[in-house]
């Protein structure tokens, strides 16, 4: 069995404020960001929900792995070392999320899916 993460970021003028909304199980949560553009918001969306695991192991002990499901084709990429980082801010947060990732006892899989797939994808409205 796997834990099942779902995340997505949003930015509201690209760059402006924006959301970075993830779901774990029945769990849905947000949190809004300053100003960041909507790869920014995706990035942070996933290291909201990696720090939100952390401090909440009870969500995936016991499971074979977490699976770590997004809508951003580049972050997914990028983070599964499979596309090149050129920007700067980009790589940070790419680093932030593989230096957070050796916490969990158990692989982190990231996986693209549709959109209408993303269970996250809806908080940007409430």
Known sequence: ?????YTDGASSGNPGPGWAMWVIG?????????????NEAEYLAVIHAIKYLQN???????????DFKLDSLLVVQQINGKWKIKDPRMAAFCAQIKDLLPA?????QFTHIPREG???DALKYH
């Open 26 to 38: 029945d769990i849905q949560k947000r949190e809004r960001l300053e100003h960041c553009t909507n």
């Open 56 to 66: 909440h192991p009870d969500l995936w002990t016991g499971e074979d792995r977490i």
């Open 104 to 108: 969990f006892t158990i692989p982190a």
């Open 1 to 5: 069995m796997s834990c099942m993460v």
């Open 118 to 120: 993303n269970k996250a």
